[in-house]
């Protein structure tokens, strides 16, 4: 099982379009479990200040810090799954 964590927050203008890129490329796939972490509240900032994320929208993966800031293209999503899947 792969964990992505997508940090995002209500006054980012770049976070709804990358969730619904997140969302296009995990739709269908069984092995992944996406956590939204909203880092307005206190346990996203904890969890983003865990992974020294000081900007969103990002992307984790088995908690390692893959994409981070906007714009990023599925291709570069697919890549960072591909490579989870390896280890």
Known sequence: MIKI???HN???PYCPAAKTL???????????????VDTFTDEGIARGMSLNIMAV???????IVKITG???????????IEEARKK
């Open 57 to 63: 929208p990002a992307i984790a993966i088995n908690g």
């Open 70 to 80: 906007w714009p990023f293209e599925e291709r570069d999503l697919v890549a960072c």
């Open 5 to 7: 964590e997508y940090f």
């Open 22 to 36: 997140v969302t296009k490329v995990l739709q269908g796939l069984k092995d992944i479990e996406l956590v939204d």
């Open 10 to 12: 209500p006054v980012c």
